[in-house]
């Protein structure tokens, strides 16, 4: 008798299947033919891909053949049927655990990454459970997230691939035209012809930003808004002007796209995004923050925000999943010795008037706090022997409210003076940490709850100029996560790949070891 019946009689109740010398039954084969339930879990298993996994990682070419030879053999094979059972039993079980916390350990990817407590999922009791109901997709519903970002993006993902045989793709766009007196930059302008304009609404017809019907002879009118709306989609500036970097991300094909999305699923797998009832979301490569509350079971939008996230090049904000526990008002900025020695060092003794003029002081081991710049003092700085922090006020790095949420990184949510950088459309402007765009309205959805914080005292509390720390009743989970493609309003976004963690993901998924399932009888 294989483990999975012992399983379904310990954890289900279901009565014991027989197993005599004549016949063999299971839950996947009868009297020595496949079951019903046989032919429902290999089209469970064919359908992988929809999720984003690989159905060959499951055996089933292999499962395929097992189950045609039990149904043509002209006797019942009682060895063969025990095959089968296991070897259905071993994939899907590896099938639901997949699908429901991913192929890789993210730890593995990203250093400073931390576990979530792990759940209660059991691939075989909820295959046993599934099975005693006779309902096998109830087992692949438990698995995956149960998020509707996850639906929506396997609707995408499934359209993307239609796509990929799309004739719109089979050959490039033409060059674009040169700009008049923009020395030689090509770009397509409203009102100018351009012989790549069939071709063009071809591709934007296909995606679904631009209707159906006659296009226009010249580059205006509807054909500028849906390159507008496809400029929107894919982190561009939305300026309908069909430039060098509009162009390139028309030509990336839609299988491309489809492995944006089947990646984005794999993160939503191993992120624990309903393991609180609040939560704060900020998505990287999107430069985006998000606030969640979950009523009823139903995941609401409280507050969505821009950010200015880590310089791709050599500050890079991490992946992150810990608890937020305090709010500092009219916070010190401790400049980190890496930015001291690197950065602002070697910028005072360039213009000693810096000093002064942004509210530096060193700070001593024993807390001991000098305002005078000196030589001795900026050398103390080098060798570790003091510290450098910018007092409270207009000009403070941090803004007037810092949110704290305590990692090895010291990486934290904070405002910031230079609110002008919110406008640009690629936002990686910062040492590592992460500038809100609205820092009050992220505070009162924080302390939503705590009594006497409401938006007034908030606000006055920003404006003090007098640092103090107010630590949360209840801690909020922050998570740092990183998708370079989302549905919005029914349609897909795509991100750039800002860190290139998707060309990681990809590579870690390409190269993993399989391990072997047990194999049919053939």
């Known amino acids: 008798m294989s483990r999975f019946l012992q399983r379904i009689r310990r954890r289900s109740g279901m009565a014991l299947l027989l197993l005599c010398s004549a016949c063999w039954a299971g839950p996947w084969v009868q009297e020595g033919r496949p079951a019903l339930e046989a032919h429902e879990a290999l089209q469970l298993l064919e359908a992988a891909g929809s999720h984003g996994l690989e159905p060959r990682d499951y055996g089933t070419e292999a499962l395929l053949g097992a189950l045609q030879r039990l149904e043509q053999a002209a006797d019942a094979d009682t060895q063969a049927g025990e095959q089968f059972q296991q070897a259905l039993d071993t994939a899907l079980q590896r099938y639901l655990r997949e699908l429901h916390g991913g192929r890789v350990d993210p730890a593995a990817l990203y250093p400073g990454w931390k576990h979530p407590a792990p759940d209660a999922f059991d691939p075989a009791a909820v295959l046993a459970a599934a099975l005693a109901q006779h309902r096998l997709q109830d087992a692949v519903n438990a698995a995956v997230p149960p998020l509707p970002q996850y639906q929506q993006l396997r609707t995408a993902l499934e359209r993307y691939r239609r796509l990929e045989a799309h004739p719109a793709w089979a050959q490039p766009l033409p060059p674009l035209p040169t700009r008049p007196r923009s020395r030689g930059s090509a770009a397509l302008e409203p009102g100018h012809a ?15 930003d631009l209707p159906s019907g006659p296009v226009p002879p010249r580059y205006e009118g509807v054909l500028v808004e849906a390159v507008r709306s496809f400029q929107r989609r894919h982190g561009l500036h939305a300026d309908g002007l069909l430039g060098r970097d509009s162009r390139a991300a028309l030509e990336v094909p839609p299988a491309a796209r489809a492995r944006q999305i089947a990646l984005t699923l794999e993160r939503l797998r191993w992120t624990p995004l309903l393991r609180a009832s609040r939560m704060v979301v900020v ?12 009523r009823a079971g139903r995941i609401e939008l409280r507050l969505e925000m821009k950010v200015i996230i880590g310089k791709a090049l050599d500050t890079r904000t991490p ?26 060092v070697p910028r005072l003794r360039r213009d000693p008037a810096y000093w002064a003029r942004e509210g530096f002081e060193f700070v001593a ?12 003092r900026l050398n103390a700085v080098l060798a570790g022997a003091l510290r450098i922090r910018q007092r409270p006020g207009p000009r403070n790095a941090l803004g007037d409210i810092k949110f704290v ?15 002008a950088l919110f406008a640009r459309e690629r936002r990686d402007f910062s040492h590592g940490c992460i500038r809100v765009e609205q820092p009050a309205e992220l505070a009162a959805f924080v302390l939503e709850g705590q009594p006497g914080w409401d938006a007034a005292r908030i606000r006055e509390a920003m404006a003090r100029g007098e640092s103090s720390t107010l630590r949360l009743q209840r801690p909020l989970p922050v998570l740092i996560a ?24 990809d590579a870690a998924l390409h190269n993993r070891p399989v391990p072997p399932l047990p194999e049919p009888a053939r």
């Open 319 to 344: 992946l992150l999943d810990q608890d937020m526990r305090a709010i500092e008002f009219s916070p010190y900025w401790n400049v980190p010795p890496s930015i001291a020695r690197g950065e602002l």
């Open 405 to 419: 949420f305590p990692n090895a990184e010291n990486i934290y949510l904070h405002h910031t003076p230079a609110t």
């Open 194 to 208: 351009w012989v790549g304009l069939p071709l063009l609404a071809q591709r934007l017809q296909a995606l679904g």
């Open 482 to 505: 990183y998708g370079t493609a989302l549905v919005k309003g029914g349609q897909a976004y795509f991100f750039e790949d800002l860190y290139g963690h998707d060309r990681v993901l």
């Open 283 to 294: 998505n990287l490569p999107e430069f985006v923050l998000r606030a969640y509350e979950v």
């Open 365 to 376: 081991a024993d807390g001991s706090v000098e305002s005078t710049l000196t030589t001795a």
